[in-house]
């Protein structure tokens, strides 16, 4: 079964504080996405990794950044976190190149900054 | 830059009615690909369809069909015999055949009445 984990389903942390999330997956694909939700806004692209240390600004990288030093995992980090960015973050994962496929989500991290 | 725009935050369907679910996107290029995902209370994202836009047929999952027209730029999602458990957000996504970002519209939310 394929597999898309994230290391936390809920997490409360404080202003200032600098936060990681993380995510792996289990099915060696090259595409790894972190996404923000937010009600009435739907999914926004934060940042895109296309393989080992290769990564993309999505539409909303602003205060955050992101590391991939293996192929499986891709971290999210909030330099300092602030309380705009409490939110519901998801992790995906694709094949690279194979545009018909499909992006693999994880459960999901309810971030809380207070 | 592709968009994405999903017009219907909200919707509502009796059990075992039809239901269509819009989705509008605007790109200036040939080759992509078009999806409906959806996200159950739980809040794990599946794929329901997908669409390749170089295939006139409409795509077909069982109960799950969609209505492509390539030159109105149009990908709307059919539930026919709606079910308790299509309750759920609904997100459109498009992915370019040349990057393998994929960009989500904003999302309905489905409810079915018993």
């Known amino acids: 079964d394929v597999k898309v984990t994230q290391s936390s389903r809920y997490l409360v942390k404080r202003t200032g504080e600098k936060v990681f999330l993380e995510c792996v997956q289990d099915?060696?694909?090259?595409?790894m996405f972190w996404y923000r939700q937010d009600p009435g806004l739907g999914l926004r692209l934060i940042y895109f990794s296309y393989d080992v240390k290769m990564k993309e600004k999505g539409d909303i990288p602003e205060g955050y950044s992101v590391s991939r030093e293996k192929k499986e995992r891709f971290s999210l980090i909030l330099e300092s976190a602030s309380t705009n960015q409490t939110s519901m973050y998801l992790c995906?994962?694709?094949?690279?190149?194979?545009?018909?496929?499909?992006?693999?989500f994880g459960q999901g991290t309810r971030l809380t900054v207070v | 830059a592709q968009t994405v725009t999903q017009s219907q935050p909200e919707m509502s369907v009796q059990e075992a009615e039809t239901v269509t679910l819009s989705c509008t996107y605007d790109t200036s290029e040939s080759d992509y690909y078009l999806f409906w995902y959806k996200q159950p209370p739980s809040r794990q994202m599946i794929l329901v369809i997908r669409q390749e836009a170089y295939k006139q047929q409409n795509a077909t999952e069982n109960r799950f069909s969609v209505n492509f027209q390539k030159a109105a730029k149009s990908f709307s999602l059919k539930i026919s015999d709606s079910q308790l458990g299509d309750a759920a957000m609904y997100f459109c996504a498009y992915r370019s055949g040349g990057d393998d970002k994929i960009i989500f519209g904003k999302g309905t939310r489905l409810h079915i009445l018993p």
């Open positions: 099915m060696d694909h090259e595409n």
């Open positions: 995906a994962s694709s094949l690279g190149g194979q545009g018909n496929t499909e992006a693999f």
